[in-house]
Structures are given as structure tokens and as C-alpha cells.
């Protein structure tokens, strides 16, 4: 089975503090997405990357950045936390190929901003 | 831009039949899906469907796609107390390569 592993379930940080959001996946994906889980927003994706030390911005990268510097891990940086980036933050990674939309996810990571 | 529309909440009792509801405007979808998100977890794929399909069934489910109205719909029969979750619809086309999610139809099964 497919595991994609966040390294944290929950979070609590300050303002301006940094943070390092960790996702692990052990199936040789290429792709992995960085996506945010808000009430009634839905998901929306962050940053994804289709390759080793390649990113790619989505619709909401202000405020993060990201690092892919081994196939497997994808890591979601917050440069300074506001508290507007308290939210649920979910990794997903898929082999590519035709049906890229079968996504596996890992089980989010809750940060609060205080 | 996409968009994709769910509507946020659908409370059933235990054995009736669960339709979740799902527009997009995307008429380039190519292919269309439903992804689970039990409490505490992330998202798990159920199901999608070909965009040249009209429907799609697999066990309780069955997935309906119209696509001359950009509407795709979930049923659950005999819905069941472990099938409360929230159920995000989702659309891919052949262009951008992303997954564009609907905001999620958050699904209570009442005994």
C-alpha cells in the first residue's frame, strides 16, 4: 500500500515563528502537491512539484514556500506564521501518468497560530 | 477560472439512499472524482469516472454524470452509519493537469 506520511498531526506556533511542514511518500511518486483544508473552502493547493528540485506555485503560495530536494519527501516551509495560516494542511502524492488525478494522501497536519 | 460546487452538508437516515450533488464548469474535464474524508484523516479515492461515461457503479456506489449540464452526482444505497464523512467532488482536464476540488458535501447518517 501507498503511505504518505506527514510528520506532524498537530502544531501549535506563535506568530513569526517559522515552520516546517514534513511529508514523506515511499512509492516513488514523481508528483507531490502541498494543499490547505479550510471549512467550506474546500482544498486548495499550495505548491506541487512534478520532479526533484522542481516546484511549481498553485493558486495560494503566498506566505510559503517549499523544498523537494530527494524524490520522496516534500517539505511546506512557513517563513513567518500568521494566524491566518491556522488551517488543516494536507500532502498527496501521485505516480503521474494519464489519470494524474488519483491522488493518496497523508492524514494533515493541524497548525494553529497563535 | 474552474469552479466546482457542492453543496456543504446532507443528513440521511441509516438504509435511505445518500445523493451528494456536484457542478463544475470545466468543459474540458477529462476525468471527474470522488474522494472520502473520514473524521481525523485525510482524503481516500472512491471512485471517478471517464468523461466520456454516463455512469459508473461499484457496489453501493453509483456515480451519474450529465455532462451537457456539468453535473455529476454521488449515490450511496442503503447508506450506512460508517459512511458519514465529507465527500469532495473533483475535475481534471487535459490542460493544466491539476485537480480543482469542490468544497466538500459534509455527509451525517443518522441511526
Known amino acids: 500500500d501507498v503511505k504518505v506520511t506527514q510528520s506532524s498531526r498537530y502544531l501549535v506556533k506563535r506568530t513569526g515563528e517559522k515552520v516546517f511542514l514534513e511529508c514523506v511518500q515511499d512509492?516513488?511518486?514523481?508528483?507531490m502537491f502541498w494543499y490547505r483544508q479550510d471549512p467550506g473552502l474546500g482544498l486548495r493547493l499550495i505548491y506541487f512539484?512534478?520532479?526533484?528540485?522542481?516546484?511549481e506555485k498553485g493558486d495560494i503560495p503566498e506566505g510559503y514556500s517549499v523544498s523537494r530536494e530527494k524524490k520522496e519527501r516534500f517539505s511546506l516551509i512557513l517563513e513567518s506564521a500568521s494566524t491566518n495560516q491556522t488551517s488543516m494542511y494536507l500532502c498527496?502524492?501521485?505516480?503521474?501518468?494519464?489519470?494524474?488525478?488519483?491522488?493518496?494522501f497523508g492524514e494533515g497536519s493541524r497548525l494553529t497560530v497563535l | 477560472g474552474e469552479d466546482v460546487e457542492q453543496s456543504l452538508f446532507l443528513s440521511v437516515r441509516e438504509g435511505d439512499s445518500s445523493v451528494i450533488n456536484c457542478t463544475y464548469t470545466?468543459?474540458?474535464?477529462?476525468?471527474l472524482y470522488w474522494y472520502k474524508q473520514e473524521p481525523g484523516a485525510g482524503l481516500q479515492l472512491l471512485t471517478y469516472?471517464?468523461?466520456?461515461?454516463d455512469m459508473k457503479q461499484d457496489q453501493r456506489l453509483t456515480v451519474l454524470l450529465n455532462k451537457k449540464d456539468k453535473h455529476l452526482s454521488l449515490r450511496i444505497a442503503d447508506t450506512q452509519t460508517g459512511d458519514s464523512a465529507i465527500y469532495f467532488c473533483?475535475?481534471?482536464?487535459?490542460?493544466?493537469?491539476?485537480?480543482?476540488f469542490g468544497q466538500g458535501t459534509e455527509l451525517s447518517v443518522k441511526p
Open positions: 498527496a502524492s501521485t505516480p503521474g501518468g494519464a489519470n494524474t488525478g488519483e491522488l493518496f
Open positions: 512509492m516513488d511518486h514523481e508528483n
Open positions: 512539484s512534478y520532479d526533484v528540485k522542481m516546484k
Open positions: 470545466d468543459s474540458s474535464s477529462t476525468y
Open positions: 469516472i471517464f468523461s466520456n461515461m
Open positions: 473533483a475535475e481534471i482536464n487535459n490542460q493544466g493537469g491539476k485537480l480543482i
